[in-house]
């Protein structure tokens, strides 16, 4: 057995005082918390960490590994200034792949870009014409393809829309822009292309261990879908579950009751560090797409008001089957359309007897009034990303107008509601630093003040808030795991900014 001793332990939701600075552990589980003298005892072996701060290990609740593995080992263009820097690094990274071999990018953002707009297959043909290119915008609902990219999933001027996505045209015919579930058509042809290797999702999760992360609600897709280059990332996962230093808890992006359970299965027999957590869903797009399903058009395009992507007879009966398979429900909605329609269903699902624990909705960026109380009635957890809100600063108003931005990332409404939230980055979409995340959820950029948390709700949102998202016990808990973090600062009494140097 063995004592973790240090100034202080620091537990958002108070289980201990600010006196407790100890926590017992025998067989990787927490005994007993409290003041080192009241632990103390013969034979029991203390590990000591003077000027440090305990805290509970902190919880991604909602976090696409492969893909950050992914990001790790290739091509990231979130910094790119202009369409003459993204020639330049496109090309660069041609150079070093083998002929033919397709051409991915990541965290294209036409929100930085001088041109402020997103490159069409002209332009990318222009660089690279000797292999099929697909850029992913940052946000992971729109990507650029070029012409050989097109060709490869037999796109051309007569392909129609498909269901819950779509293709940008001109005179010509699709200019290469794909949204939703249109990404699909130039993904799939180019499934596993881009398949991430076993050691290189533990390096990436091992970087996470470094932050402090000790669990993730991990979104992972069965080798199809709009990241099929990634390859089938249960697969890679269940791989890699012997040697992962962190806790990956999997939601499974399936289309089919038959993907669902062969992936649940693969999962439970991986190791104690994979787990089947439930199956995730989509009702919308993104804001920085334009995507977004919203009740009213945007302010800066009233022409469209995104697309609802929910269809509550399908995607109700794969959340029922997950529920029977022990597992959750993670539903994506970030506009206010989307979050009713999420709403809906899960109001559905819980008059059929799901446990309303069990019901997430991911992202809730925009939502109604009114829906902030059905949240709280409902019981159902609102997994959110305070890191949007540093990288949406410039344009979000604009996209949601002066009517809409009081009730945009509405962390305070939503709790002062008595919504569970669950803190988390949707990393890569965002990088995966927790403590910038909690530093963002206190000062929000400057945006919307009113909606802040304090350090104390901003820590206990990526900890219990993120445990309970996941089905993990309340950190430090008798019996819980001992899933602990030493840091030289109290994240619960310090400044944002001095949150964000955490080390």
């Given at each position: 057995?063995t004592?973790l ?33 009241e ?12 000027g ?29 200034a ?33 041109e ?36 490869a ?10 269901e819950?996505?779509?293709l ?32 290189q ?45 962190i ?21 439970g ?43 509550p ?19 994506h ?27 997430r ?16 009635r409902?019981?159902v ?23 809409r931005?009081?009730?945009t ?95």
């Open positions: 057995m004592g001793v240090a100034p202080r332990l620091v537990i958002a939701d108070d289980v201990v005082g600010q006196d407790g600075n100890a926590v017992e552990i025998a067989g990787g589980s927490v005994l007993r918390v409290g003041p080192v003298e632990l103390r005892r013969p034979g029991l072996s203390e590990e000591r960490y003077p440090g701060v305990i805290v509970p290990g902190i919880v991604d609740a909602h976090f696409h590994p492969v893909a950050y593995a992914s990001l790790l080992n290739g091509l990231s263009l979130k910094t790119a202009d369409f003459a820097d993204l020639q330049r690094r496109i090309q660069n990274r041609a150079a070093g792949l083998d002929q033919g071999r397709p051409l991915i990018g990541v965290r294209l953002d036409d929100e930085t870009l001088a402020r707009r997103l490159p069409t297959r002209h332009d990318l043909d222009a660089w690279v014409s000797d292999r099929p290119v697909v850029l992913h915008r940052y946000c992971g609902h729109i990507a650029v393809a070029n012409t050989a990219a097109l060709k999933g037999g796109i051309d001027a007569s392909t129609v829309d498909p819950g996505g779509s940008d045209r001109d005179e010509e015919g699709p200019t290469g822009v794909v949204r939703e579930t249109a990404i699909e058509l130039v993904a799939m042809p180019l499934a596993g292309s881009n398949r991430v290797e076993q050691t999702l533990v390096d990436a999760m091992t970087a996470l261990a470094g932050l402090g992360i000790t669990s993730i609600g991990a979104i992972v897709g069965i080798g199809d879908g709009p990241w099929a280059e990634l390859g089938n990332e249960v697969e890679i996962v269940a791989e890699a579950a012997r040697d992962l230093p806790k990956l808890h999997c939601f499974v992006i399936a289309n089919t009751f038959g993907d669902l359970h062969e992936a649940a299965g693969m999962l027999a991986a190791g104690a560090r994979v787990s089947f957590a439930g199956v995730k869903r989509f009702g919308d797009g993104s804001l920085g797409g334009h995507t977004a399903a919203m009740c009213l058009p945007f302010t800066d395009r009233p022409e469209t008001s995104g697309l609802l992507r929910l269809d007879e399908a995607d109700g009966a794969l959340a029922r089957a997950a529920i029977d398979l022990g597992g959750r429900v993670a539903v909605a970030i506009g206010d359309c989307a979050v009713g329609a999420s709403l809906d269903l899960c109001e559905s699902l819980i008059a059929r007897g799901a446990e309303p624990s069990r019901l909705i991911e992202h809730v960026s925009v939502i109604t009034e009114s829906d902030i109380d059905r949240f709280s409902l019981g957890t609102a997994v959110v990303q305070p890191a949007f809100i540093g990288s949406e600063t410039e344009w979000l108003e604009a996209r949601v107008g002066p009517d931005i009081g009730r990332y509405a962390f305070r409404s939503l709790l002062d509601a008595g919504v569970a939230l669950a803190g988390s980055s949707d990393c890569p979409v965002e990088p995966p630093d927790p403590w910038a995340g909690m530093a963002l959820a206190r000062d929000r950029a400057g945006l919307v003040p009113e909606q802040s948390l304090t350090g104390t709700e901003a820590l206990g949102m990526f900890t219990a808030g993120s445990a309970s998202a996941i089905g993990l016990a309340p950190p430090l808990s008798t019996g819980s795991a001992a899933d602990l973090v030493v840091i030289d600062r109290d994240p619960t009494s310090v400044t944002p900014d001095e949150v964000r140097q955490t080390q």
